[in-house]
């Protein structure tokens, strides 16, 4: 029996009704947001310049050279020719920009590259049926289980500055995870935001904590103790953190604010559950894998490997765990089905790669990250160095907090921000009264803890896209989470500040 009229229009109203009348935007509206408001400020504000110095074998900005390159402000070109940069070119440039080794089009490559290593490794299915082991024989320890991640990443971003390296870990981690009965936020929490904790507390930290002590003329790792005293509460914190969330969610899936996004997650559990033994084949493909992990971290401690190497090492460690899987058949594995693996694995983290060219793009839209270069970036510098001259000794290391964190939406690297930051922060903090100690501790705070949720960031919608997380959702999640790390970093910059460290 068919509904009359005006019932058919009685339920089309309820259904409009019941529609939730406002949503997160999509990641990528946001970052367009965000470079239309970096546009605009090519209106408002003046380009600027400094010269730069060589100190301590590193090219460094002088404070005391700024030159604003026109009264006026200058604007921008909608459409730019010529391969420069205008609002609408902002997309393409980003992408190209940088090399191998950094932002954008190196890390650009390198997702892409893992991507597909990954989805090598996984179509044998031998990593499926090993992690089926770990959650069959240890359902009942995850709490264990994820306070020992959350510290291995932390020392991970203390010792070594794990940044874009911890992506190929996401993949393994939020599948396990879910299966676990957590969510793929937990996932981020013991592996991306661990290792941004470590690396905001670190006494050690190659691509933070060291270049701005060099920049600043401290010691080389001075000042260890209080820092490590500071990293082990700051860990401590975020696996109390985890805990308590992840103990949440899983006495209430539906709780979680990933539940929709993590269904293809829940599949993959389903997926175990049917997965009872081993296969022949499985024990090597495990060996493999783990080698080369082992690899990997050697080469980074080591032989100091980045992007280049690394993802060359997973995309060697995706060929061979292929050629052993089709050798014994696992799967049901052939060469054309390790082709298309290799291109779903690939597909898969496209729409992050594609994030940190948008990312990219919005820098370049400031004029870039070069100090000699004309760009609005270096008249913000200048005038949060003039602004901050004028206020008290505490109060200023505080704002020093407060600045290196919100530049570090535009800078996300932590050894760029470093250069372009610390020549001025150093020589500033003997004006107002502070150890330049506490101004490297101001910058690595900052730096560190807000690439929690900064979109600009290319590790976090790396991570973000393998877990197949919304960086719109993440943010609601990760919001509460900053502030509490914001007030963290400032109680610590203000003990500093106030004990002379």
Request: glycine share 10%; aromatic share 10%.
């Amino acid at each position: 029996m068919q509904a009359s009229a005006p019932e058919v229009e009685s339920q089309q109203q309820n259904a409009v009704a019941a529609e939730p009348k406002w949503a997160m935007p999509d990641t990528y509206l946001i970052l367009l947001f965000v470079a239309l408001l970096a546009f605009a400020l090519n209106f408002l504000i003046p380009a600027g310049t400094y010269e730069t110095m060589v100190v301590n074998e590193r090219t460094v900005v002088d404070p005391s050279t700024y030159q604003q390159v026109a009264e006026e402000p200058q604007g921008l070109a909608i459409f730019a020719e010529g391969g420069n940069i205008g609002l609408l070119n902002f997309a393409f440039e980003g992408m190209v920009s940088g090399s191998k080794w950094g932002a954008s089009i190196g890390v650009f490559a390198f997702i892409l590259l893992t991507g597909g290593a990954f989805g090598l490794i996984f179509a044998s299915g031998s990593v499926e049926r090993g992690l089926f082991q770990v959650i069959a024989k240890n359902r009942e320890a995850g709490g264990l289980y994820l306070a020992i991640l959350c510290v291995m990443f932390s020392a991970g971003g203390a010792v070594f500055g794990m940044g874009e390296e911890v992506i190929p870990f996401t993949l393994i981690v939020v599948p396990l995870l879910v299966a676990m009965g957590y969510d793929s936020i937990t996932a981020l929490l013991v592996t991306y935001v661990a290792t941004q904790v470590g690396f905001a507390t670190s006494w050690m930290n190659p691509f933070g904590v060291s270049i701005a002590q060099g920049i600043a003329d401290v010691p080389l790792m001075s000042g260890s103790v209080p820092r490590m005293i500071l990293w082990a509460g700051a860990t401590a914190f975020l696996v109390l953190f985890t805990l308590r969330y992840a103990l949440r969610v899983r006495n209430n899936p539906e709780s979680s604010l990933a539940y929709q996004s993590d269904e293809v997650h829940r599949n993959k559990r389903q997926s175990l559950d049917a997965l009872q033994t081993m296969v022949r084949g499985d024990g090597l493909v495990l060996l493999l894998f783990a080698a080369g992990i082992a690899w990997m971290i050697w080469g980074v401690v080591e032989r100091e490997y980045f992007l280049p190497e690394i993802a060359s090492q997973f995309f060697t460690m995706g060929i061979v765990i292929a050629i052993v899987a089709i050798a014994f058949g696992l799967n049901g594995l052939t060469a054309n089905k390790a082709a298309a693996a290799f291109k779903e694995g690939a597909q898969q983290l496209l729409p992050a790669a594609m994030v940190v060219a948008f990312a990219k793009g919005i820098v370049l839209l400031l004029g870039g990250d070069d100090p000699s270069s004309p760009s609005v970036l270096n008249t913000i510098l200048n005038w949060a160095g003039q602004g901050l001259a004028d206020v008290s000794g505490t109060v200023s290391a505080w704002c020093m907090l407060l600045f290196q964190t919100v530049f570090n939406f535009f800078i996300t690297s932590g050894s760029g921000q470093a250069a372009l930051t610390m020549p001025i922060m150093a020589p500033l903090a003997d004006v107002v009264g502070v150890t330049r100690q506490t101004a490297v501790l101001a910058f690595q705070l900052g730096d560190g803890f807000s690439n929690v949720v900064v979109p600009t960031s290319a590790a976090l919608m790396g991570c973000l896209g393998a877990a197949r997380l919304d960086w719109g959702v993440w943010i609601r999640f990760a919001l509460p989470l900053m502030a509490w790390l914001f007030a963290l970093a400032s109680v610590a910059v203000v003990l500093a500040a106030l004990t002379g460290f």
